[in-house]
């Protein structure tokens, strides 16, 4: 098994632009999150589902879109970037008999 | 609301001392877990370890070792004969449960330095 797979690993944006953080994984876990990682205060969740087609906010969702068609992905957007944006961005991915999550290796977004 | 409290934001320590991490939490709910991610310089988040709130026993796996005190609401984290290897950003977090969804509220973290 991959785990949970990110891409890009590193991206940078110009105010306003789109993009989508593309995560993966090929454990059929059914909880996804996302959180992003900024210094001096942990990581915060973004969005999460629990399960195909089943998508919630977390913490701080604004600026933000997901959606869950798969079971195994669960994409990322960012519609109008901002440099209150640039962050380390994780993916989580757990199985639902369990109570850890496991996560991807990241993306760092730098927005200018 | 749930908070997670890491007051030691950098610690350093010379190899072979032994080193412990400081969390402490705040829940309303009575079934919670608590769990420890580290950190490397490579920047992935490792699972280290989860803890559910009805199990106070503490837990050794090797140098590392977890006191979880409900008393205090405290679930540190020690390492015996620190290695360089070590040297991590150490997070602690609680989940929280919301409709199924299991939520992970985290403290800030520990920057954690082992000097050869």
């Known amino acids: 098994n991959a785990g949970v797979t990110q891409t890009p690993k590193f991206q940078v944006l110009k105010t306003g632009q789109s993009m989508t953080l593309q995560c993966a994984q090929d454990?059929?876990?059914?909880?996804m999150s996302w959180y992003r990682q900024d210094p001096g205060m942990g990581l915060r969740l973004i969005h999460y589902s629990v399960g195909a087609g089943i998508t919630d906010q977390g913490e701080v969702p604004n600026g933000y879109n997901v959606s869950r068609s798969t079971t195994e992905d669960f994409p990322l957007r960012l519609l109008s970037a901002a440099p209150s944006q640039t962050s380390v961005y994780f993916c989580?991915?757990?199985?639902?008999?369990?109570?850890?999550?496991?996560f991807g290796p990241g993306t760092r977004l730098l927005v200018l | 609301a749930q908070k997670v409290t890491q007051a030691q934001t950098e610690i350093s320590v010379v190899e072979k001392e032994d080193v412990t991490l400081d969390c402490v939490y705040e829940?309303?709910?009575?079934?919670?877990?608590l769990f420890w991610y580290k950190q490397p310089p490579s920047g992935e988040l490792v699972f280290l370890i989860r803890r559910n709130s009805f199990d106070e026993q503490n837990e050794i796996s090797g140098r590392y070792s977890w006191n979880f005190q409900k008393s205090t609401s405290s679930f540190n984290f020690t390492i015996t004969a620190s290695q360089v290897v070590d040297s991590a950003v150490y997070f602690c977090?609680?989940?929280?449960?919301?409709?199924?969804?299991?939520?992970?509220?985290f403290g800030q973290g520990t920057r954690l330095t082992i000097n050869p």
């Open positions: 977090a609680l989940s929280e449960e919301d409709q199924g969804a299991q939520k992970l509220v």
């Open positions: 829940t309303r709910d009575t079934t919670y877990y």
């Open positions: 454990m059929n876990h059914e909880y």
């Open positions: 989580a991915s757990r199985a639902g008999w369990s109570e850890t999550q496991y």
